[in-house]
């Protein structure tokens, strides 16, 4: 018999077979299942799409101004967190990459938001923030102020949002960042001290562009979890008060899992995973333009 020989390529694609196969099972039905609930109508009796009604459900949703008004909340959010996290994340970043006592224990003290659950975090802060016995506003109290309706009004609940997403996040931006800065090559700045550039001359005109590719793709990987933003802000706000802090994915669960309105529901998931692909391929094209620039 004569042996088949597939050769490096061939031999690699046929190990991987079993993995792309059962991955492309568990992304691809899910994806075209929700497509084909979003043109149909779905019978709650059976819990199956029954008959085809096209475009319809898209209609509705887009002359839905609730789902308008979660993207604009969810537009909010992600404007104000994501530039946030990323600052923060880079500064805290640079603090730690300077050596100094008690630099490791605070390191790991950073891991800690980052493993709680999303869950967890949004109940604990709820705790945390509320206007009759909560901490924060007891120590405000001390000095004071208070007690604020952290939750209760609307732009602080935004704000709150923001503020637990961020605590959560940022180490990740964190970790990201000090591998950067770490990664950095030492003759370069060897190089510059021995040109007499001082530390400010040193990180905008040598640490920052060095950065740049980091900064872009910590950007990307957070835009794609921040985008997803739904369990802290079921656990901490339900979406309160009123709209206020309505994220787009907590509308969609909304509808579907309260309303049971699973085809418009699966309409929003559709069109709001076409926005992400839209703004992703953007921003990779954006971070591929740096890379080559810098």
Do not use: C
């Not at 102020?145 to 997403?165: C, K, Q, R, Y």
């Amino acid at each position: 018999m004569r042996r088949v020989r597939l050769g490096e390529p061939g031999t690699a694609w046929l190990f991987l077979a079993p993995a792309l196969i059962l991955l492309a099972g568990m992304l691809l039905y899910p994806i075209f299942y929700t497509l084909w609930v979003s043109v149909s109508d779905f019978d709650l009796a059976t819990f199956q799409p029954a008959g085809w009604v096209g475009w319809r459900n898209y209609e509705a949703v887009l002359n839905d101004p609730g789902f308008l008004e979660s993207l604009r909340v969810t537009a909010v959010y992600l404007v104000i967190a994501l530039p946030l996290q990323m600052v923060l994340g880079f500064a805290i970043a640079f603090l730690l990459n300077v050596a100094w006592r008690g630099r490791g224990v605070l390191r790991a003290l950073f891991l800690i938001p980052m493993v709680v659950a999303p869950v967890v975090a949004g109940g604990v802060w709820r705790m945390l923030l509320d206007p009759l016995w909560g901490v924060v506003n007891y120590a405000l109290g001390l000095v004071g102020i208070g007690p604020v309706e952290w939750i209760g009004d609307p732009t602080l609940a935004m704000a709150s949002l923001i503020i637990i997403d961020t605590w959560r996040w940022t180490p990740f931006v964190v970790l990201i960042a000090a591998a950067g800065i770490m990664a950095l090559p030492g003759d370069v700045y060897e190089a510059a001290k021995s040109d007499g550039a001082g530390r400010w001359a040193t990180l905008r005109h040598i640490t920052l562009p060095l950065l740049v590719p980091v900064m872009a793709a910590a950007f990307v990987v957070r835009w794609l979890g921040a985008v997803k933003m739904f369990d802290i802000a079921l656990a901490a706000t339900k979406g309160g008060p009123g709209n206020a802090t309505n994220v787009v994915n907590l509308y969609i669960y909304e509808k579907g899992f309260r309303s049971l309105e699973f085809g418009t529901a699966s309409s929003m998931a559709t069109i709001v995973l076409v926005l992400t692909m839209i703004i992703t391929y953007v921003l990779f094209s954006v971070t591929r333009r740096l890379e080559n620039r810098w």
